[in-house]
């Protein structure tokens, strides 16, 4: 590793905000104290690598989350904010990956939703 980083002293170099550095660290520390931020979560989570924040800000989604259709990574989170938050909460005529209408249309909006309880036991 010495071949990659070359050792300096600095310390005349910082002087001048040394007396700073309190100040800055009490404040970063508040700050993690303090409540999460008040953002929307959203692809940006996610893209263009995941945050490392996803298991404290994103909810805990049930087993049956629209998310966990087959290609709906992003339309699962326009439902989700539809208020379509489970699989057996869609409405026959909603939009989805070909593969998937063609697989749920029989199942979703009705008593027996037996192929999306089906479905998900497949981990899809
Ligand atoms: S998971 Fe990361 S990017 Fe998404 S809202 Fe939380 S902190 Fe922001």
Request: hydrophobic residues 40%; charged residues 20%.
């Amino acid at each position: 590793m010495s071949n990659l980083f070359v050792r300096s002293d600095v310390t005349e170099a910082t002087r001048g905000i040394e007396g700073r550095v309190p100040s800055w660290v009490e404040a970063e520390l508040a700050m993690l104290a303090g409540p999460i931020p008040d953002a929307p979560v959203g692809p940006h989570c996610s893209a263009p690598y995941e945050c490392p924040f996803m298991a404290r800000c994103w909810p805990a989604l049930p087993p049956d989350h629209v998310g966990t259709l087959y290609a709906t990574r992003r339309r699962a989170l326009e439902l989700n904010e539809q208020g379509y938050r489970t699989i057996h909460d869609l409405p026959v005529d909603v939009s989805l990956h070909p593969q998937v209408t063609g697989l749920l249309a029989p199942s979703v909006d009705s008593e027996s939703s037996w192929l999306a309880d089906w479905l998900l036991n497949k981990s899809l």
